[in-house]
């Protein structure tokens, strides 16, 4: 139970610690640059493929079949997906809907809201990872706290500008990171049954990063700045990556 503990402790952590630097950074820069997210968003990417390509897939391999492992890596794909769609029908619509009024304040927690729940699905990836080793479970973290950040800006920016007080607005960030403990906390749960639900843990953990990466991190990065940042972020989030993964 202490080990549980200690690894929900963690993914909480890395789970709050990027929206929150996130956050601070929407209430003190003036002018975010979208070259700077642009580079955030690329280089965290990288770091995930880096991951999910030497780390999560070799693991499950080597505790189990390919056919345990594709069909972690659906699951991952496809919660991720279920996750999307939740955010943007329930959501959306309603976010649109206030910034058409300009009531910034409510953008900005509609914005938390959709994203406390996409973080519950990283959660179990962080969870799963440090049930298999502490390395892996760190990488994945870190990856996954990096990606947070211009998450956490992205809720700051409209709650500041709608009026919202400064330790609001951190509180608010900060609590849209604790489903990423609560996920961390099942998925070191799940993770501890067997080396087979390990395996599967780990699956889903790399369909889950791989949906994030193609689905929402690169397309992003390319939309905020047309230049060569994005390519540039990536590679050297790669790269690093392939060195984090063999320490």
Known sequence: ?????????????????GTTIGGILGIVIKKNSNKFLSFILSFASGL??????????????????IYGVVFGVLIGIISMIFCDVIV????????????????????????????AIHNFPEGLAIGSGFE??????L???IAICLHDIPEGISMAVPMKNGGMSKAKVIFYVILSGVTTGVG?????????????????CLSFAAGAMLYIVSGELIPESNK??????????NMIGFIIGIFATQL
């Open 1 to 17: 139970m202490n080990e549980i503990l200690k690894k929900t402790l963690l993914g909480l952590f890395f789970g709050t610690f």
């Open 48 to 65: 995930m493929m880096s991951v999910i390509c030497f780390d999560l897939i070799p693991e499950a391999l080597g505790i189990s079949n």
């Open 88 to 115: 943007q029908k329930k959501f959306n619509k309603k976010q649109q809907k206030y910034v058409d009024s300009n009531d910034l304040l409510k953008t900005g927690i509609i914005v938390s809201i959709g994203l």
């Open 132 to 137: 298999a080793s502490m390395r892996l479970g």
């Open 139 to 141: 990488g994945l973290a």
């Open 184 to 200: 961390a906390f099942f998925g070191a749960i799940v993770g501890s049954i067997s080396q087979s639900v390990i395996a599967v």
């Open 224 to 233: 905020l700045y047309k230049g060569r940042m994005s390519a540039v972020g």
